[in-house]
């Protein structure tokens, strides 16, 4: 397969500047709660699953509408024992959530070399377990690899819209057969186009959700 590079909406240093500013503290849905590595709990929060993040190290901290609609899909689904693959991984927040929510195991990719060591260190600030969460610097054909021959059974790829087209016909080998995939990063005005382009493919298309201008769509494996 051919290397095909993974941009992002690049909101890293708006993300910093933000949380940095405020010392946000920033609840997601009912459940989730992303918190400036230096920060305490607050007691109003003490109930919420914390991910501790280093907004300054890369790109997604969960302030951007595609994150949160992700994070919102992964909490109102839990994926309780699924293998979770990470394309584009950013900082790593969308991975250590579906950790947070009962995942299995994460496997972690990224063309970008600062966001690799980015999710590998904050990892390590939410102690995650040896092993838990593994990352690489790549894209597809980095991640076949990593999956050793067992397919996820949930795909998470915020990035792109563009880059999600070029990339989808290596979605199936990467994607077990009951498996379901969590598109974002796409504009509302992109989803029918990319829509069609899946279906194409062998994909059933739902949107779940959109912020603002961003969407999210959900794809599974197509009945026979």
Known sequence: MSRVYVPRIDLSTQNQIH???ADRKDPVGSELLILPAWLSVPEEHAQRLVLKMDPGSAFGTGSHPTTRLCLEALEAAPPRGLRVADLGCGSGV???????????????????SLAVRATSENAVLNNLAPGALRVRQGSLETLEPLLTGKPADLLLCNILAPVIEALAPGFQSILSANGRGLLSGLLVEQAPRLTEVLEVLGWSVQALGSQGRWGLLEIRRQAP
């Open 19 to 21: 949380l940095v500013a």
């Open 94 to 112: 969308l991975g250590l959530a579906a950790l947070g929510l009962g995942a299995r195991e994460v496997l972690a990719v990224d063309t970008d």
